[in-house]
T-cell receptor, first 109, second 114 residues
């Protein structure tokens, strides 16, 4: 069974800092990996989708990388802002979606 | 284009009752998936529907069931509610199921079982 782990579980950084969130998965036979953002009490917002054949995807200040062979993905956030404060989840798609436990990010003004 | 909508947004039930949650996917999306989110277990896959057929099912007891209608709207039902069923239930839609498709999530239905 696929297991997805995210570290750290929580992260607090001052505004303007660059940061990296990590996601690891146990089974490399995936179709894609998706990063989501969840605000308290809300649903999930898709940030980036990386196909299994891709190495990275970029959207604005966000950059996600995928190393399928080692079972790792990172989400890089540049010049963090207080509005980036949320929980970030990664999910891998094989026969179904498997979600990580999330990283709770707080950006301090 | 309207996003994924879920109704109701909040629900309070007592143990032993049953509940039905509804999900309307983004227009044109034919695949609907359901997830349960709890603080202890995180996000767990319940089931996925496509063209009114259940394509995939997670590891949940038979008390959890679902269906999809011809207009792609989906409902999930939980019978004989237990305290542990208290959770945020999220619905996600995509154009078609499977590889390469982005899932779009609704705001969720928060269920509290007393």
């Amino acid at each position: 069974k696929q297991e997805v782990t995210q570290i750290p579980a929580a992260l607090s950084v001052p505004e303007g800092e660059n940061l990296v969130l990590n996601c690891s998965f146990t089974d490399s036979a995936i179709y894609n990996l998706q990063w989501f953002r969840q605000d308290p009490g809300k649903g999930l917002t898709s940030l980036l989708l990386i196909q299994s054949s891709q190495r990275e995807q970029t959207s604005g200040r966000l950059n996600a990388s995928l190393d399928k062979s080692s079972g790792r993905s990172t989400l890089y956030i540049a010049a963090s802002q207080p509005g980036d404060s949320a929980t970030y989840l990664c999910a891998v798609s094989s026969n179904q979606f498997y979600f990580g436990t999330g990283t709770s990010l707080t950006v301090i003004p | 284009k309207a996003g994924v909508t879920q109704t109701p947004r909040y629900l309070i039930k007592t143990r032993g009752q049953q509940v039905t949650l509804s999900c309307s996917p983004i227009s044109g999306h034919r695949s609907v998936s359901w997830y349960q989110q709890t603080p202890g277990q995180g996000l767990q896959f319940l089931f996925e529907y496509f063209s009114e057929t259940q394509r995939n099912k997670g590891n949940f007891p038979g008390r959890f069931s679902g269906r999809q209608f011809s207009n792609s709207r989906s409902e999930m039902n939980v019978s004989t509610l237990e305290l542990g069923d208290s959770a945020l239930y999220l619905c996600a839609s995509s154009l078609i199921p499977g590889a390469g498709e982005t899932q779009y999530f609704g705001p969720g239905t928060r269920l509290l079982v007393l």
